[in-house]
């Protein structure tokens, strides 16, 4: 994973030019110290950042922003301060759910730190960290603590290991935006199930909107045929198991808050609490 980040001092009266430039790139702008900064993040494939707790910094600015809170697994706004911070720091709340999609969602007790309790026994137990996206191994005191505890590690991974799903934006429908701009951009288009170009305006808009195809595909079509070929194949091994009642084992897959399939799934995407 690697985030170039490329900042430059610029004069005052350039600031909104090169805002709206950046914009328009679907990067971030930003005021750094005293200085306002253009901040272009090429982020390279890797949403760990999404993981990073939100850090407000030493200034004293109140700039709103946007952080990935992986907790209730959803952007959140903050205030940032205007200057160090951590990279899970969004100009943009498309940005942020363009970059942290990525993070899959778990059910909500998987969610939890581990939690040892009061109690001074040793049981050896498995718990879901949120952080590295895997079970652990922890030693339980034998009281309290919280749901995220499981027997074997076996059972930990089936419970909370996320599933793979295209992200919700996806599904959005194609928006030009509200501008006057003619800028080339794809989205995916979910009735013939590829990316295709259109022209956007320069502003507003949705976050299916693509610079490059390739990301389009990479994002949307790859993973939306993923989804599907992982439903078909559970639904064939559901089948054998209990060919008379297929229906009510099928798969389920999920994209964002959306859920598609028989209600068994919305563990995956449960609302936050």
């Given at each position: 994973?690697?985030?170039?980040?490329?900042?430059?001092?610029?004069?005052?009266?350039?600031?909104?030019?090169?805002?709206?430039?950046?914009?328009?790139?679907?990067?971030?702008?930003?005021?750094?110290?005293?200085?306002?900064?253009?901040?272009?993040?090429?982020?390279?494939?890797?949403?760990?950042?999404?993981?990073?707790?939100?850090?407000?910094?030493?200034?004293?600015?109140?700039?709103?922003?946007?952080?990935?809170?992986?907790?209730?697994?959803?952007?959140?706004?903050?205030?940032?301060?205007?200057?160090?911070?951590?990279?899970?720091?969004?100009?943009?709340?498309?940005?942020?759910?363009?970059?942290?999609?990525?993070?899959?969602?778990?059910?909500?007790?998987?969610?939890?730190?581990?939690?040892?309790?009061?109690?001074?026994?040793?049981?050896?137990?498995?718990?879901?960290?949120?952080?590295?996206?895997?079970?652990?191994?922890?030693?339980?005191?034998?009281?309290?603590?919280?749901?995220?505890?499981?027997?074997?590690?076996?059972?930990?991974?089936?419970?909370?290991?996320?599933?793979r799903n295209a992200p919700s934006f996806c599904y959005s429908p194609k928006?030009?935006?509200?501008?006057?701009?003619?800028?080339?951009?794809?989205?995916?288009?979910?009735?013939?199930?590829?990316?295709?170009?259109?022209?956007?305006?320069?502003?507003?808009?949705?976050?299916?909107?693509?610079?490059?195809?390739?990301?389009?595909?990479?994002?949307?079509?790859?993973?939306?045929?993923?989804?599907?070929?992982?439903?078909?194949?559970?639904?064939?091994?559901?089948?054998?198991?209990?060919?008379?009642?297929?229906?009510?084992?099928?798969?389920?897959?999920?994209?964002?808050?959306?859920?598609q399939g028989t209600p068994n799934s919305t563990e995956f995407t449960d609302?936050?609490?």
């Amino acid at each position: 994973m690697e985030i170039a980040i490329v900042c430059q001092k610029l004069s005052y009266q350039f600031l909104y030019f090169f805002t709206l430039f950046s914009y328009l790139l679907h990067n971030s702008a930003c005021v750094c110290g005293t200085f306002p900064l253009l901040t272009l993040i090429y982020v390279l494939g890797n949403a760990s950042i999404c993981l990073l707790p939100p850090v407000e910094g030493p200034c004293q600015g109140l700039l709103p922003r946007f952080y990935y809170d992986r907790f209730t697994q959803t952007c959140q706004e903050f205030s940032y301060g205007g200057c160090d911070g951590n990279e899970n720091n969004f100009m943009y709340q498309e940005d942020c759910e363009k970059t942290c999609w990525k993070i899959k969602k778990v059910p909500k007790i998987c969610r939890m730190e581990a939690a040892v309790g009061p109690c001074r026994g040793l049981f050896k137990k498995y718990a879901f960290n949120l952080s590295i996206m895997r079970c652990e191994l922890f030693y339980y005191g034998g009281c309290y603590g919280n749901d995220n505890r499981f027997g074997d590690e076996a059972s930990c991974t089936e419970h909370c290991a996320p599933k793979r799903n295209a992200p919700s934006f996806c599904y959005s429908p194609k928006d030009e935006g509200s501008c006057t701009a003619s800028v080339t951009r794809y989205y995916f288009n979910i009735e013939t199930k590829a990316c295709e170009e259109f022209i956007y305006t320069g502003c507003g808009g949705n976050s299916n909107n693509f610079v490059k195809i390739e990301d389009c595909n990479s994002v949307c079509k790859q993973e939306f045929f993923m989804s599907q070929s992982l439903q078909i194949k559970t639904m064939k091994n559901d089948s054998l198991l209990n060919p008379f009642n297929v229906q009510e084992t099928t798969a389920l897959y999920s994209f964002g808050n959306q859920t598609q399939g028989t209600p068994n799934s919305t563990e995956f995407t449960d609302t936050p609490a």
